[in-house]
């Protein structure tokens, strides 16, 4: 498999896990005003971004823009569980021609008012940016987990960027790094 595609599975499998071990109420619970987002709704949002890449697995576009505020899976934990596995099932079906196969996105961009811009992109690239981003997401989801007095693995939300420094540290880890190199276009 893909390391781009294996390493994104690597994160939802980290989602997941996180998931699990947390109970429905502090998967549930607004924390205002600390966070204006529960678990559930920031789970809801990090899947938005992997439901566009599979809305449009097949289209020239993939549309950012979509979203599916107020569902079930943002408040019913088992429905967050069963779209992740729904999504780590998508994933593990990609391949490396999918990841070169060229695309456009489209995102809004301005916060004052609803303007939304192009971008060319690589199909590779936005999955990519889906995983991040869910990491990102995932270490807010963390502290809100703290907040509620869960105990939470220190991995949880590390991007993988901080997880390379943090290895480069140990004394064992002193070994070079693997670096893909960029795919060539078809």
Same mark, same amino acid.
């Given at each position: 498999? !893909?390391?781009?595609?294996?390493? $994104?599975?690597?994160?939802? /499998? %980290?989602?997941?896990?996180?998931?699990?071990?947390?109970?429905?109420?502090?998967?549930?619970?607004?924390? &205002?005003?600390?966070? /204006?987002?529960?678990?559930?709704?920031?789970?809801?949002?990090?899947?938005?971004?992997?439901?566009?890449?599979?809305?449009?697995?097949? =289209?020239?576009?993939? !549309?950012? /823009?979509?979203? %599916?505020?107020?569902?079930?899976?943002?408040?019913?934990? %088992?429905?967050?569980?069963?779209?992740?596995?729904?999504?780590? &099932?998508?994933?593990?079906?990609?391949?490396?021609?999918?990841?070169?196969?060229?695309?456009?996105?489209?995102?809004?961009?301005?916060?004052?008012? *609803?303007?939304?811009?192009?971008?060319?992109? $690589?199909?590779?690239?936005?999955?990519?940016?889906? $995983?991040?981003?869910?990491?990102?997401?995932?270490?807010?989801?963390?502290?809100? =987990?703290?907040?509620?007095?869960? *105990?939470?693995?220190? *991995?949880?939300?590390?991007?993988?960027?901080?997880?390379?420094?943090?290895?480069?540290?140990?004394?064992?880890?002193? &070994?070079? $790094?693997?670096?893909? *190199?960029?795919?060539?276009?078809?």
């Amino acid at each position: 498999m !893909n390391k781009v595609i294996s390493s $994104s599975v690597n994160i939802l /499998d %980290q989602l997941h896990d996180f998931i699990v071990s947390i109970d429905a109420v502090t998967y549930q619970t607004n924390h &205002k005003p600390l966070f /204006d987002s529960s678990i559930g709704q920031h789970l809801r949002h990090i899947l938005d971004m992997f439901q566009a890449l599979i809305q449009n697995s097949d =289209a020239p576009v993939i !549309n950012y /823009d979509i979203r %599916q505020r107020g569902i079930p899976l943002e408040t019913v934990q %088992q429905e967050g569980i069963i779209a992740l596995k729904s999504v780590r &099932k998508w994933m593990e079906n990609l391949n490396e021609n999918d990841l070169k196969r060229c695309v456009t996105i489209h995102t809004e961009v301005d916060i004052a008012e *609803q303007y939304s811009a192009q971008f060319k992109s $690589s199909f590779g690239r936005e999955l990519a940016f889906a $995983s991040t981003h869910a990491v990102h997401h995932l270490a807010l989801m963390a502290t809100i =987990a703290k907040v509620s007095g869960c *105990q939470v693995d220190a *991995q949880y939300g590390v991007a993988p960027a901080t997880a390379t420094y943090q290895r480069s540290l140990l004394p064992e880890a002193k &070994k070079p $790094s693997q670096v893909e *190199q960029p795919a060539q276009p078809a």
